[in-house]
């Protein structure tokens, strides 16, 4: 029977519940098992694609176009597996299912209610899940805290689930805060408290504890929790702040939380997990140890909430640990580009340029900026999505001669639409999932730089845009230096961008970070870092 395991967080929300849960996934699956994760949203949206990025960071991309929460990226990450928009139960997505069924009559003429209505859906998801692919372990993170409001269905439909299938094949994993009061410098267990009592108060009791501290719990803390939370000793599991997330996995689990869940479980070994551990280790001496260092600016829209670039910035430390490399990642706010010279201040000092992805108006001046400088000066630099767009207007404007050049988006009247709008968009008055979103085929050309950075010709990227490359200035542009040398199967649309007689100028309409791994960094970031390494090397 597949099991269960269920990751609640309690006092304060940010403490780590997603890479709580990615890490035991991780230290799971190396164990041999068939492992998933299911991320739990209490928030009314359906899905994260209308949020701003500095209210819920980053919108992560899965295959099938679902835009979800960014943890559903660390489980992609630590598991190196593909999800799908069924591992993201949101509020929005329950509760409009419910009201559905009840307009088609499916609930016979029965009042609708919280429970067993919402608590059921809840927990048909997660079966969907479980059984979709036969997994030998469903990993559930609950969004949110225990005792906020919207979280209460999801916690009533939990501990029906435990019910139904027994402690033998569900456990609760609650993460919690284990402050310092500087004042005493004595680590405070009485926040742990009130949040088991609150868990307990609604019908679940942990069966581990997970403190989240800034450094490594005492003994007399762990023995202090126990009591006061009635689980054993050797199910307080520390987990002080790393430095580096991919080191989690080896705390949590040198802290004995794999072989405690194992037994709970009574599951049992398989091979194969030494063989995968020796590989994470090697990673991360690569990581930790560097022999080199570069710095690269991250011109982006959203740089006060550093989350709303998560992709990104793993992708550059799995490139990192690949080369031996330190990369300094410096958020750089786009708008403080704006005058033409700031770019050669701003940048005067960097191995690299990276414009990532965005919608709107603001800032778009000073990203194009900085691409003019990063173009002209022989800097390295990779454009994704918006950025790759912009890079088509640089072009156009610059070198083209088309002044006036510019996307529809952004000004519907412009001469030259360089970036237009996707013919199956126009007339589309809703937001949400309405974007081209998902893996698609893109065809690269070959005796490209895209063609020798992937060695294929054909690959699958994930997308999340509205706007295109107008077709009717490929030739022209193609003419002047900028080559598409990847597109789409029909070959209408532009995916790949690259310059002749440049160190590195690449750009993508897809998200690449997207499908970087620990083990196996993105082939457009990765020749990025390698073009920095030979740049700098060079001078």
């Not at 005058?339 to 965005?358: C, K, R, T, W, Y």
């Not at 209408?492 to 993508?508: A, V």
Request: charged share 25%; hydrophobic share 35%.
């Amino acid at each position: 029977m597949t099991k269960f395991i269920i990751i609640t967080g309690g006092v304060l929300s940010g403490l780590g519940k997603g890479i709580v849960t990615s890490s035991l996934g991780m230290l799971l699956k190396s164990h041999g098992f068939k492992v998933t994760a299911i991320k739990m949203d209490p928030y009314l949206n359906c899905d994260a694609g209308t949020m701003n990025p500095f209210e819920h960071g980053e919108v992560y991309v899965l295959d099938d176009g679902t835009e979800a929460d960014l943890d559903l990226g660390n489980y992609e990450r630590f598991l190196d597996t593909e999800l799908s928009g069924d591992d993201n139960i949101t509020t929005g997505k329950v509760y409009r299912s419910v009201i559905e069924k009840e307009r088609a009559g499916e609930y016979l003429g029965k009042t609708v209610q919280i429970i067993p209505h919402i608590t059921d859906e809840i927990n048909r998801r997660i079966w969907n899940v479980a059984d979709e692919d036969d997994f030998d372990i469903v990993l559930i993170e609950m969004g949110g805290t225990v005792g906020d409001i919207e979280s209460s269905p999801f916690l009533e439909a939990s501990r029906q689930l435990h019910m139904e299938v027994g402690d033998e094949n569900l456990i609760f994993v609650h993460t919690t805060l284990v402050p310092v009061m500087n004042v005493v410098g004595e680590q405070k267990t009485k926040p742990t408290q009130h949040s088991v009592k609150a868990l307990r108060s609604i019908g679940i009791s942990p069966d581990i504890i997970v403190g989240r501290s800034d450094v490594e719990m005492e003994p007399s803390t762990k023995r202090k929790i126990s009591l006061f939370c009635d689980v054993p000793q050797e199910a307080v599991i520390s987990s002080p702040n790393a430095d580096n997330i991919y080191r989690v996995p080896l705390i949590l689990h040198n802290e004995g939380l794999t072989d405690y869940v194992m037994k709970k479980l009574e599951l049992k070994k398989k091979n194969g997990f030494d063989e995968y551990m020796d590989r994470w280790q090697h990673f991360l001496a690569d990581f930790e140890n560097p022999t080199s260092e570069l710095t690269v600016a991250l011109v982006g829209k959203y740089c006060d909430l550093e989350d709303a670039y998560a992709s990104h910035v793993e992708a550059l430390n799995h490139c990192a640990s690949a080369t031996k490399t330190r990369i300094n990642i410096r958020f750089m706010e786009s708008e403080d580009f704006e005058e033409i010279s700031a770019a050669s201040e701003l940048l005067n000092d960097v191995d690299g340029v990276l414009i990532p992805g965005g919608f709107g108006t603001r800032g778009i001046k000073g990203k194009m900026n900085a691409i003019n400088h990063a173009r002209t000066h022989g800097i390295p630099i990779l454009t994704i999505c918006l950025g790759f767009q912009i890079s088509v207007i640089e072009f156009a404007r610059n070198v083209l001669g088309y002044e006036s050049a510019n996307s529809s988006e952004f000004d519907p009247k412009t001469e030259h639409p360089v970036i237009d709008l996707l013919p199956m968009q126009r007339g589309i008055d809703k937001m949400g999932g309405t974007m081209r979103l998902g893996a698609e085929k893109v065809i690269i050309n070959e005796g490209t730089k895209a063609h020798g950075i992937y060695g294929l010709t054909e690959i699958q990227e994930r997308h999340r845009h509205r706007y295109e490359v107008n077709l009717d200035y490929i030739d022209e542009f193609e003419t002047n230096g900028m080559i598409f040398s990847g597109k789409s199967s029909n070959s209408k649309r532009m995916e790949i961008l690259e310059i002749k007689d440049h160190p590195f100028f690449m750009g993508c309409q897809f998200h690449p970070e997207f499908k970087s791994r620990p083990l196996d960094p993105a082939p457009l970031f990765l020749d990025f870092v390698k073009a920095m390494i030979k740049e700098r090397d060079g001078k």
